[in-house]
């Protein structure tokens, strides 16, 4: 059961559109469409941007969005504000009841 | 609006238990959503640990099954989480969540825990 694998950082400059990967196995991603993407700001708790691949929670910025391929999934953020530097972590459903994590990736707006 | 708040000891001996509880407001614990504990070691990615639907068995990272058990409370308020023979790896922020369709989707603010002699 290991972690779901993102870069560790990706960079952009206000405006641009910028993309976040997570790859995962036959076991996680590529079996269940339960995919969810997560924000976390310094000294806070994480904050749920994306679930189920690509659904957004009410109320949610239509800036993010999600997709999946394979065993593979993608956050992607278009118009980066500054507000959008933060750590960014994919979650998938996993086989035995269980749920991973990715490492996280830190964004940095230029 | 539902709410999770975490509470227990901030600091821990090496070989003690911990004793971790998540206290909900606006809700129950009702049969049909999870209820999970995660967490990260400082300057580290996120690590589920366990969760509980109210009526069935728990669930356990297989790591930590052996000293890991989480339960709900009488009151379906709360659910907690007890870690036995902690060690400085299990120095951590810890969260509790609810888990509904499948996503993390409301969390508590976290409680940090430090292991150290």
């Known amino acids: 059961q290991s972690a779901l694998t993102q870069p560790a950082s990706v960079s952009g400059s206000p405006g641009q559109s910028i993309t976040i990967s997570c790859t995962g196995t036959?076991?996680?991603?590529?079996?269940?469409?339960?995919v969810s993407w997560y924000q976390q700001h310094p000294g806070t708790a994480p904050k749920l941007l994306i679930f189920d691949v690509n659904k957004r929670p009410s109320g949610g910025s239509y800036r993010f969005s999600g997709s999946k391929s394979g065993s593979a999934a993608s956050l992607a953020i278009s118009g980066l504000q500054a507000e959008d530097e933060a750590d960014y972590y994919c979650s998938s459903y996993s086989s035995g009841n269980s749920w991973l994590f990715g490492g996280g990736t830190r964004l940095t707006v230029l | 609006q539902v709410q999770l708040r975490e509470s227990g000891p901030g600091l821990l001996k090496p070989s003690e238990t911990l004793s971790l509880t998540c206290t909900v407001s606006g809700s129950s614990i009702t049969s049909g959503q999870y209820w999970g504990w995660i967490r990260q070691p400082p300057g580290k990615g996120l690590e589920w640990i366990g969760g509980i639907y109210p009526t069935e068995t728990p669930y356990y990272k297989p790591s930590l099954k052996s000293r890991l058990t989480i339960s709900v409370g009488a009151s379906k308020k709360q659910f907690s989480l007890r870690l036995r023979s902690v060690t400085a790896a299990d120095t951590a922020v810890y969260y509790c969540a609810k888990n509904e369709h499948n996503t993390f989707d409301i969390w508590g603010q976290g409680t940090m825990v430090v292991v150290s002699s």
């Open positions: 036959s076991s996680d991603i590529a079996l269940f469409n339960y």
